[in-house]
Nanobody, 127 residues
Framework: VQLQASGGGLVQPGGSLRLSCAAS????????IGWFRQAPGKEREGVSC????????YYAESVKGRFTLSRDNAKNTVYLQMNSLKPEDTAVYYC?????????????????????WGQGTQVTVSS
């Protein structure tokens, strides 16, 4: 089981980035998948996730309306489209696979509901 996150970079406030999470060793659509981020000195927090049964997506309040999670089952890849980026979005972003399906969560402590993690991709929002 492997998850490969990519697409991070340096962007100005108000800009956009699209992160990708490519899965191998399993069928991504069969599992809940989450996006998390961790800023220096802070806990890893849930950003968005998608359930495996019906593809329902959930978002943290801090990114609701700006970020969109989507799946491409043919490519076994999940994306996180990030628009209207703010300096406080600066962090290392990780994708992860849930321990149990079908439902996902991004609430407090949700990181413990995921057991396979990608290596992370750095997102820096700065002028």
């Amino acid at each position: 089981v492997q998850l490969q996150a990519s697409g991070g970079g340096l962007v100005q406030p108000g800009g956009s980035l699209r992160l990708s999470c490519a899965a191998s060793g399993f069928t991504l659509d069969d599992w809940p998948i989450g996006w998390f981020r961790q800023a220096p000195g802070k806990e890893r927090e849930g950003v968005s996730c998608t359930s495996s049964n019906d593809g329902t997506t959930y978002y943290a309040e801090s990114v609701k309306g700006r970020f969109t999670l989507s799946r491409d089952n043919a490519k076994n890849t999940v994306y996180l489209q990030m628009n209207s980026l703010k300096p406080e979005d600066t962090a290392v972003y990780y994708c992860a696979r849930g321990i149990l399906g079908p439902f996902c969560t991004v609430g407090p402590g949700s990181r413990y509901e995921y057991n396979y993690w990608g290596q992370g991709t750095q997102v820096t929002v700065s002028s």
